[in-house]
């Protein structure tokens, strides 16, 4: 059974940094494909980054690209993403997600099957 759960979020204020990990289990974490997510209050979800098995490309979202990091550790089965310079309109619950088998650099949500409960993350200005 798939698991993905979501740790780290919380309130920081503008400007500040925050961690997410997500612990994943039930797959075979080395050959899947990870994201994260997240959803603002009120809108739609979106992606923020993505990483492939190895973790050797990664791909963001504009509004975060040069700011937050995703990684992975394929011995601890953990994807982790590293926000810097946090602003307000970071504010969602964000979501870690899994494509299991899969070794492709993926971009929409509708590629990943597996998905965590989430967590909040909100930015105080």
């Known amino acids: 059974q798939v698991q993905l759960v979501e740790s780290g979020g919380g309130l920081v204020q503008a400007g500040g940094s925050l961690r997410l990990s997500c612990a994943a289990s039930?797959?075979?974490?080395?050959?899947?494909?990870m994201g994260w997510f997240r959803q603002p209050p009120g809108k739609e979800r979106e992606v923020v980054a993505t990483?492939?098995?190895?973790?050797?490309?990664?791909r963001y979202a504009n509004s975060v690209k040069g700011r937050f990091t995703i990684s992975r550790d394929n011995a601890k089965n953990t994807v982790y993403l590293q926000m810097n310079s946090l602003k307000p309109e970071d504010t969602a619950v964000y979501y870690c997600?899994?494509?299991?088998?899969?070794?492709?650099?993926?971009?929409?949500?509708?590629?990943?099957?597996?998905w965590g409960q989430g967590t909040q993350v909100t930015v105080s200005s």
């Open positions: 990483l492939t098995w190895s973790g050797s490309s990664t």
């Open positions: 039930g797959f075979t974490f080395s050959r899947s494909a």
């Open positions: 997600a899994a494509a299991t088998f899969n070794y492709g650099l993926l971009s929409r949500s509708d590629d990943f099957g597996s």
